[in-house]
């Protein structure tokens, strides 16, 4: 039976990132529809290994409680958020920002009007579906049946390069290989603090914080405030 469950999760995760990265860079579609084919996926694949493999509620198999020991979560969600700031401060130079203000307008129908809303998406719903899916389903049960190892480096190396496909077409090689190796170091610690609480509530923290952070900027960089 363990055998299945990990040839499920690794398989059912890949096929996920591929179809996710074919939605973001091969069709013309916009920001919505490109979430809700995220929505569906990171809902539904965890959804039929807990209820087909695990027999199991939802709920209950995500482990919140209300003892849940939280304090890496916030004292790492807030490190993250200024260290996103001076990471951001010490690239700017080196990124075509207009390029990347261009590329969201035009291929995912972002701009100043709508970009509110789409950060209030991006940190708390878009934050918790990936932490649901890349911790949640993938590393923390992978990490429960015994293979530790396979869990941490398969989920932050799924977990990079489903953010490499987001934005590959924004920056130079070196940039985008930095990117790659800050992404998967930025796995293993969400991985690292889940495993305080056996669930992905830690991770969740940091995410939604570091998402703050880039909103923060993207609002700075489209004038909007």
């Given at each position: 039976?363990?055998?299945?469950r990990?040839?499920?999760?690794?398989?059912?995760?890949?096929?996920?990132?591929l179809?996710?990265?074919?939605?973001?860079?091969?069709?013309?579609?916009?920001?919505?529809?490109?979430?809700?084919?995220?929505?569906?996926?990171?809902?539904?694949?965890?959804?039929?290994?807990?209820?087909?493999?695990?027999?199991?509620?939802?709920?209950?198999?995500?482990?919140?409680?209300?003892d849940?020991?939280?304090?890496?979560?916030?004292?790492?969600?807030?490190?993250?958020?200024?260290?996103?700031?001076?990471?951001?401060?010490?690239?700017?130079?080196?990124?075509?920002?207009?390029?990347?203000?261009?590329?969201?307008?035009?291929?995912?129908?972002?701009?100043?009007?709508?970009?509110?809303?789409?950060?209030?998406?991006?940190?708390?719903?878009?934050?918790?579906?990936?932490?649901?899916?890349?911790?949640?389903?993938?590393?923390?049960?992978?990490?429960?049946?015994?293979?530790?190892?396979?869990?941490?480096?398969?989920?932050?190396?799924?977990?990079?390069?489903?953010?490499?496909?987001?934005f590959?077409?924004?920056?130079?090689?070196?940039?985008?290989s930095l990117?790659?190796?800050?992404?998967?170091?930025?796995?293993?610690?969400?991985?690292?603090?889940?495993?305080?609480?056996?669930?992905?509530?830690?991770?969740?923290?940091?995410?939604?914080?570091?998402?703050?952070?880039?909103?923060a900027?993207?609002?700075?960089?489209?004038?909007?405030?």
């Amino acid at each position: 039976m363990n055998d299945r469950r990990v040839l499920y999760i690794i398989l059912s995760s890949t096929i996920t990132i591929l179809l996710l990265y074919l939605v973001e860079q091969h069709l013309k579609v916009n920001y919505l529809f490109k979430s809700l084919s995220k929505i569906i996926l990171f809902i539904i694949i965890p959804y039929l290994y807990i209820k087909i493999l695990n027999k199991d509620t939802l709920w209950k198999h995500m482990k919140f409680k209300k003892d849940n020991n939280l304090r890496y979560g916030i004292i790492l969600g807030v490190s993250s958020f200024v260290i996103v700031i001076l990471t951001f401060m010490f690239v700017k130079d080196y990124i075509n920002i207009a390029d990347i203000i261009s590329e969201l307008e035009n291929k995912s129908k972002i701009n100043p009007t709508n970009f509110i809303l789409v950060g209030l998406y991006i940190i708390f719903i878009n934050s918790f579906l990936e932490e649901l899916f890349f911790r949640g389903f993938v590393f923390l049960n992978l990490y429960k049946l015994g293979h530790r190892k396979l869990g941490y480096i398969f989920s932050s190396l799924l977990f990079s390069l489903y953010h490499i496909t987001i934005f590959q077409t924004w920056f130079n090689i070196y940039l985008t290989s930095l990117a790659l190796v800050g992404l998967i170091t930025i796995g293993l610690i969400f991985n690292y603090v889940d495993t305080k609480s056996q669930n992905f509530l830690n991770s969740w923290i940091i995410h939604i914080l570091a998402d703050c952070a880039i909103i923060a900027i993207g609002i700075k960089l489209l004038g909007i405030v």
